[in-house]
């Protein structure tokens, strides 16, 4: 099993940057693919990013390709959401999320484990 932790969240004016961080238990974190997704209210959990286990590939959604870079830290058991040219329809609880496969799934279904959240709000 692993537990995610979120941070980084805030409030920010739009056109600004957060860097969100998903600190992950266990040892074996290097084996567990990674994704970030968001709920704003009222909507359902979107795909924002992703990365692989093997080979750190890094998907994104359309919305926020350019403008976001997912990164991981395997020796730190930590996954990054970088967020650039915030725009007020970011704002959203982002979730950390993780699966134990080499592949990443745009699904929330996909994914095993779940961190608590952290909210980002980008003012206008």
């Known amino acids: 099993q692993v537990q995610l932790v979120e941070s980084g969240g805030g409030l920010v004016q739009a056109g600004g940057s957060l860097r969100l961080s998903c600190a992950a238990s266990g040892r074996t974190f290097s084996t567990y693919s990674m994704g970030w997704f968001r709920q704003a209210p009222g909507e359902e959990r979107e795909f924002v990013a992703a990365?692989?286990?093997?080979?750190?590939?890094?998907y994104y959604a359309d919305s926020v390709k350019g403008r976001f870079t997912i990164s991981r830290d395997n020796a730190k058991n930590t996954v990054y959401l970088q967020m650039n040219s915030l725009k007020p329809e970011d704002t959203a609880v982002y979730y950390c999320?993780?699966?134990?496969?080499?592949?990443?799934?745009?699904?929330?279904?996909?994914?095993?484990?779940w961190g608590q959240g952290t909210q980002v709000t980008v003012s206008s």
């Open positions: 999320a993780a699966r134990q496969y080499v592949n990443v799934r745009y699904s929330p279904n996909g994914y095993q484990y």
């Open positions: 990365i692989s286990s093997s080979d750190q590939a890094t």
